[in-house]
């Protein structure tokens, strides 16, 4: 092991799984029943409950839902779909995976979520929808987009892989548009390992999701092998083999019962972090607007380049130097030779996301963090910040 990786004490992430999980995972591999089953509905209850939304249909991962979703609203081929390109790939890929067209939008400057204006001129007599993505937990402005999607007769798809829970005024985000998407991915808020789920109050688009989710049969395996069941099935579509597990039901069902505090655990982290760097002027913290509350599944420092010596990324390595394994969220989608080759994006196209990128790191922020590890990355950013500091001009004063 050389130097370096032997110091990177703080991993960027550390799940938090306790032996709950663990009995709750044994006791279903004891049972006999290892895939989607009556605890993947009870979670599918639960989730539903706890965001406050009517349905909500488990799947194999966060991009599954997206997909889904899409699905539901009937996304036809050449139809197109406004999303941040500040966001992951999985965003657009699933609007990619029907053949629609991403149609990539700037970011506003403070939370760096979609910028409604600059959504608001891409739109086309073939625009479909908005995939509004909440970056880092922190809701996007919802009400304008709303505006503008009923303005212009489009759906939203709210891609929620970051924002659980998290709040937009008194409204839980899942319970707010017409469908919204989460991830269950080893280092989302609430992890199952791999899945992901979609809410909706759109009980039709519910029953087609239910069934695309299992290969377009129309019912579930579960029924088929139930007392209550029978052997008899459909094939209703060419569907996806997209459904969950009761094994990662019964890692949700534990880790959802902890999600609130393990989203204080984070918010009381992000605290400490704000008050631990707010006299640096060579950084900027991400700011809440007051009537929002992120889940905090990211802490997205922004640099002031023009401040410091070092870049970006000779920040993150001296970070690493120190012990702290950082992040950085999300490389813009026009920056990828992909959707530079299929859609003829480049450098340039989005300044402010690209401005954005080249200044913002990603600090760890996980609920099993210890305080000597909060402590450390607190001294390993001001410590960065003090060697790397450009000097300050002494000050001038008029000649006399
Ligand atoms: C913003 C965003 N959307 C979608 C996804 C896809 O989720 P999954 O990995 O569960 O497919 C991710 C995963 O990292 C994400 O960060």
Redesign the pocket.
């Known amino acids: 092991m050389s130097n370096v990786s032997s110091l990177l004490s703080i991993p960027f992430h550390r799940a938090a799984i306790g032996d709950e999980e663990v009995a709750a995972v044994s006791e279903v591999l004891r049972s006999g029943w290892l895939t989607m089953g009556t605890r993947t509905q009870e979670f599918e209850r639960r989730f539903a409950r706890y965001v406050g939304a009517p349905d909500a249909i488990a799947v194999s991962?966060?991009?599954?839902?997206?997909h889904l979703a899409l699905d539901a609203i009937g996304l036809r081929p050449g139809e197109e779909v406004l999303l941040p390109t500040t966001?992951?790939t999985?965003?657009a890929e699933a609007v990619i995976y029907l053949g629609g067209r991403p149609v990539l939008v700037d970011v506003e400057p403070n939370a760096m979520n979609i910028d409604v204006e600059d959504a608001a001129r891409r739109i086309t007599p073939r625009t479909r929808a908005i995939l509004a993505?909440h970056?880092a937990g922190l809701p996007c402005d919802l009400d304008a987009l709303q505006r503008l999607a009923s303005n212009y007769g489009l759906r939203v798809v709210e891609?929620a892989?970051?924002a659980l829970p998290s709040s937009y005024g008194s409204r839980t985000i899942g319970s707010i548009s017409e469908f919204t998407?989460f991830?269950?991915?080893a280092?989302?808020t609430l992890t199952t390992g791999?899945?992901?789920m979609v809410t909706t109050a759109n009980a039709q688009a519910a029953e087609r999701m239910r069934m695309m989710r299992l290969h377009g049969i129309s019912r579930d395996s579960w029924k088929r092998y139930h007392a209550d069941g029978s052997w008899r099935y459909e094939v209703m579509e060419a569907g996806y083999k997209y459904n969950f597990t009761d094994l990662q039901a019964a890692i949700g069902l534990v880790q959802l019962q902890k999600c609130d505090a393990m989203r204080e655990a984070r918010r009381r982290i992000a605290e400490q972090y704000t008050l631990g760097l707010q006299d640096l002027e060579e950084v900027e913290l991400p700011a809440t607007p007051p009537d929002r509350e992120s889940s905090w599944h990211l802490f997205i420092l922004r640099l002031h380049l023009d401040k410091l010596e070092i870049d970006r990324d000779q920040f993150i390595e001296e970070l690493k130097r120190r012990g702290v394994g950082c992040s950085v969220?999300?490389i813009p989608l026009h920056l990828h030779a992909f959707y530079q080759r299929e859609f003829g994006c480049g450098a340039g196209d989005f300044p402010r996301a690209e401005a954005e990128y080249r200044r913002c790191i990603s600090l760890p922020i996980f609920p099993t963090m210890r305080e000597d590890e909060i402590e450390r990355v607190l001294q390993a950013v001001i410590g960065t910040v003090r060697m790397t500091a450009k000097p300050v001009p002494a000050p001038r004063y008029a000649a006399r």
Not at 61 to 66: I, N, Q, R
């Open positions: 991962s966060g991009t599954a839902a997206l966001t992951f999985a965003t993505v970056l891609d892989a970051h998407a991830s269950f991915y280092t989302k791999e899945g992901g969220h999300f």
